[in-house]
C-alpha cells in the first residue's frame, strides 16, 4: 500500500482538536492556543499482519513557536490501535497518554516524538530532541536533534523550534528488526517539493513581484547599492499571508551607487550562477538578475534550476529545457503539473520569457530589476526577444591566472583547468552535481563539470577574508560559543566545564596534492580574556588548523582541541597556536601566561612568556597578562618556502613588533591535510572565564589584510572583583570621611549638572531605545548650542550644526519646545517609526532626545542645505538643467518608496522645495517628517486637521480635510513647477496682486508658450522636451480632479521615459474649475495665503542646514 500527499487541500484525513487542514493545503497541527492539542490520521486502518510487516514513511514539518527558539511541547508520528485519543492529555503528553495509562503495555502505541520541552520524570535527554517510544513517553532510545553532512560525515545541530521546515524518513525493516529514523533540514522554503502550498499561479506571482520589489530596492533605491549574491528559491521566506520576502544575506556586498563592487571569487548556487562570473570574477547587479530569471523559472515550472535527467546518467539544466519548448511553440508545456489548467495563459507566458530574457548569456542584454518590476506591474510590455543561444561555447580567456578551455564537444569531452602551480587533465565526465552554494568559475554550458570540484578543492574557498566585528558574519560554532549583538565572537561564556568552537565555514586548499609542500599562510586577530579574578584564569584558546570543523570529540582539559584518546596522534593532522593561561605540568607549560606553538598536542614544540618586543630591538621585551581583560593584536604567518612559523603578539593599537615572539623553522606540509579549516577552540575549567575575538583577517600566500580598529566592536564593560583589596576599602573609607567635610560642595555640583544635563524618560518610550542619543552627547556636539552652529529656524524650532564625538559624524539638531505629554507619545512613536525609512532619497532620521519641554531631533547633516535657498536666493549658484532634473527624479523616486514600496503607506503632507535637502554631491533627500502619517496598506488614513504650507495644499484637502496620496502628488506637481520656473507657488507682485504659480504656467500653455514659464537664469542651457514635460507633468499632478492625478509610480516612469505623457490639453485644467475649487475651500477654512504661511506646523528640515 502506498500513499502520497503532496499537500493536504481535499484530503480525507480523520482530524481531532485544534487539528484543522488550511485552505492552502497545510495540515496544523496545533495552534497558538496554550493547552490544546490536535491529532492527524489516516482515516482506514493499515494491516501490519501477524508478524509486523516493513515500512517506510516521510514527510516535511515546521515548528513555529510563539517566541522564536522557545517551544512548548512537541509531536509525534504514531503507529496506534486506535485513532480515539479523547482521554489524552496536552502539555507533557503530547497527545497521546495521560497520567494513569502512560507506560502502560497494553496502550499499543509506537510514537516517534520530537520534543521541543526537557520533562526529567520521562527522562528526556535535552530540550531538543527526537526519541523512539513504546507506549508511553520513557524513550527506548534518544538523541539531539541532528543530521549527517552529506559534505563531510559532520554531525549538525538542528533546532526544532526554528521555524525552518524539516524532512524526516521513518523505515522499519522486518528482516532486521531495526528502525531507523532520519531528520535533515528540508532543502529550500521554496523547493518545487514544498509548492503544494502554492496551488494557484497567482499565489507564485505574487511572491515573483515580491522578491523582484525587494531586489529592485537593493539594487537601485537602497543608501549603497546591495548585491545579495545568492537569490534563490532556498532563501524565499514566506509570511503568514504567502508574501515572498528575500533573506540570508550572508554573501551580500555593498558598494556605492555609481561605483564597482571589489569581489574577486565568484559565490553562489549552482544554477543560479551568471556565465560571466567565470571570466571576471566580478560581481555586478546584472550577475543576480540572472540568479532571479533562474529564480522564475523555477517558481514557473516547479523544477530545480539543474536536474538529473531520469533517462539519462545526464544533467539538464531548466533554462535549456524551456528555451526548447519556445523554439518549438510550446512554452507553456513547462509549467509546473501541479498548477493543472489554473493559470492565466498570459501571465504565465510573461514569467517564462521573462526568466529566459534575465538569463540571457550577454549581461547587457539582460533588463534591469526597474525594467522587470515595471514588465510584472504590467507598467511597460515584455519586449520583443530575439531567440538566444543558450547552447554556444565559450572560447578560451584568461582572468586572474585561470584559464579554462573547451575543445569541440563531438569528440571525447576534455577539461583542461589551469593555474600556475596546478594543472590537471580530466577525461571523463561526471554524473552528479552537488546543489549545495560553491565558488568556482563557471560556464553556462558546462555546468556538469563542476563536480570536478570536489576533486579540485583549490577553488572551493575564497583565499582571504576579513572580519572587522563579526555582527552577521558566517562561522561554523559549535559548543557554547556564540555572537553578540555588538558583533563579539564569544568562544566561551563563563560556563564551567565547557568548550566553544569557531570556524571559517569552508576549508583552504593548503596543499595541492598529499605530498606537496604547505602553501604559505597569514592571519591576524583581536583577542581579549576576561578572567573572574585579576591573578588566575581558566585555561585559554587556541588559533588552529584542522583537517574538519567537527573536533565533538574534544573536552575542556585539552582546550577543545583533543581527547585522552586522540591526543599526540600524527592523524589528526592538527596544528594550533596555544595561548594558555594555566600551567599544566603533564604538557611541560613554562608558566600560566604563555604562547606555544602546538603540532598533533599540547605539548608546545616552542614557546614562551606573553609579551612583546619594542620595536625591532631584540632586548626591549615587555610581558603580557593574556587574562589582563584587555584587547591584544595576534599575528601568526608561516612562510611556506623559507619553512618558518611566525607568532607575534601585541597591545592593541601597537604598530606590529618587528621581532616575533616566537619563530620556529618548521615544514607544515607532513603535518596538516590538504583541506584545511582555520579557527579558534578554547574551553573553561571551574573559574569563570569568557574569550572574546573582536577581529579577524585571513590570507592564503599573501599578507592578511589589516584590520580596521576603529570599526572594531568593545568589550563589554568587566565587572568588579567580588574580592575588594584592602587598599580599595581603606580608600573608600578615607572617601567617606572626606565626603563628610565636603558634602555640601558635592550635592550642588551635582544637582546643578544634573539639571544641566537632565532628561526625561517614561514607560512608553522603552520600545524606543535604540533611536534616543543622551542630551550630553547632543550638548557636546554642538558645543552647547552655541550661535555659531545656528543653521536657521524650522516650523517647530531652530536647527544646529554638531559633530557627534564619538563617530566625528556631523549631524543637524533641531530643537523643539512641547508641552502636551500624550501628544508628544503619539509624535515620539510616529518619529521613531519615520526613523526606520532607508531610501537614498530621504534624509535619515537618527534618532531623539528629550527633556522637560523640549524634544530633539537628529538627521544626517546636508552639505548643501535646502533646495529652495538654490531656486530663490541670489547669494548662491543657480542650478543648472541637468542637477534640477536629476533633484525631480530623486524626490519622486523618494515618494514612491513612501507611498507603495515601504511596509506601510506614508503620507508625507509637506512636499515643498524647502523640505528638500541637498547632500554634498547635489543629491535629493526628501526631509520634514514632522507632519507625515502612516497607514497600512489597503486602508484609509483618517485626519481631520488641514496640514501643509499655502501654495501646495490639494483643492480636495481643504475641502474635506482628508489626506492621501493624492494630496501629495499635487503638492509634488506645485513642486515641479516651482523647481522648472524658479518661483514660488504664490508670489506677490509689485503692486500687490498675488500670482499662483499653477496658474501662470496654464495661463502660459493656453497661449502656446509653456516653455516660456521657464526659470530665466537657465537661459537656453536645458533641454527642451525635458522642460516641457516637466511643465505639463506639474500640471496633470496639479489636476483639480484627485482621480485624475497620476500615482507616484507612473510619474517615475513619465519621468524616466518609460511611457509617454498622455494627451493633455489647457482646457482640462481650466481657470474655472481651479478657481471654484479653490475658493469653496479657502473660503470654509479662511487661510491668508503667503508665500511662507504654514496652515500647521513647519516642516521638520526647513529653515536649511
Known sequence: M???????????LSLDGAAVIRSDGVLMLTDLNKQHKGHGFYPIPISFGNTISSFSTTFVFVIVPEYLGKGCCGFAFTISASKDFSESMAT??????????????????????FDTVMNPEDKDIDSNHVGIDVNGLVSNKSITASYTSDDNGELRNLSLVSGNPMQVWIDYDHFDMKLNVTLAPFSAFLDPVYLFCLQTLNQRFQIIKGVASGLHYLHEDCEQVVIHRDVKAGNVLLDKDMNGRLSDFGLARLYSHGGAPQTTNVVGTLGYIAPELARTCKSTTSSYVFAFGAFLLEVACGRRPLELKKEADDQQMLVEFVFANWKRGAILDTRDPKLGEDYVPNELELVLKLGLFCSHNSPKARPSMRQVTQILNAGVPLPDLLIPDFSSEYSTFTENDCAVSFPSMSSEPCLFIGRPELKIFILHQISSVSEQPIMASLLLKNLVLLALLVHLRAFAADSEFKFDGFRGANLSLDGITNLSEEGLLLLTNRTQQSKGQAFYPSAFRFKTSESAAAHSFSTTFVFAIVSEYSTISSFGFTFCLSPTKALHGGIANFLGLFNSTNINLASNHIVAVEFDTVQTPEYKDIDDNHVGIDIYGLISNNSHTAGYYAGDSSRDFHNLSLFSGQPMQAWVEYDGKKLQLNVTIAPLGQQKPGRPLLSSEIDLSGMISEDVFVGFTASEGNIHTTHYILGWSFKMDGNATPLDLTSLPKLPLIAENNKKSWTWIIWLCLSLVLALTITGLIISYIVARRMKFAELREEWEQEYGPHRFSYKELFQATEGFKD????????????????LPSSKAEIAVKKISHQSRQGMKEFVAEIVSLGRLRHRNLVRLLGYCRREGELFLVYDFMHNGSLDKHLFSQRTPCLDWNQRFRIIKGVASGLLYLHEEWVKVVIHRDIKASNVLLD????????????????????????????????????????RGKATTCSDVYAFGVFLLEVACGKRPIELEDYGEEIVLVEWVLECWKNGDIGGARDR?????????????VLKLGLLCCHPVDRARPSMRQVMHFLNGDFCLPQLTPSSLNDDVLNSIADEGFDKYVVSSSSSASLATASLLSGGR
Do not use: W
Request: contains cysteine.
Open 1017 to 1029: 537664469r537657465l537661459g537656453e542651457e536645458y533641454v527642451v522636451e525635458e522642460m516641457e514635460l
Open 92 to 113: 507533557n503528553y503530547m497527545g497521546l497518554f495521560n497520567y494513569s495509562n502512560n507506560g502502560n503495555s497494553y496502550n499499543h502505541i509506537l510514537a516517534i516524538e
Open 920 to 959: 554634498s554631491e547635489f543629491n535629493a533627500r526628501l526631509g520634514d517628517f514632522g507632519l507625515a502619517r502612516l497607514y497600512d496598506h489597503g486602508t484609509d488614513f483618517q485626519t481631520t486637521h488641514v496640514m501643509g504650507t499655502m501654495g501646495y495644499l490639494a483643492p480636495e484637502l481643504v475641502r
Open 788 to 803: 555659531k552652529h545656528f543653521l536657521g529656524f524650522g516650523g517647530f524650532g531652530s536647527v544646529y550644526k554638531g559633530v
Open 2 to 12: 502506498i500513499s502520497t500527499f503532496n499537500g493536504f487541500k481535499c484530503v480525507n
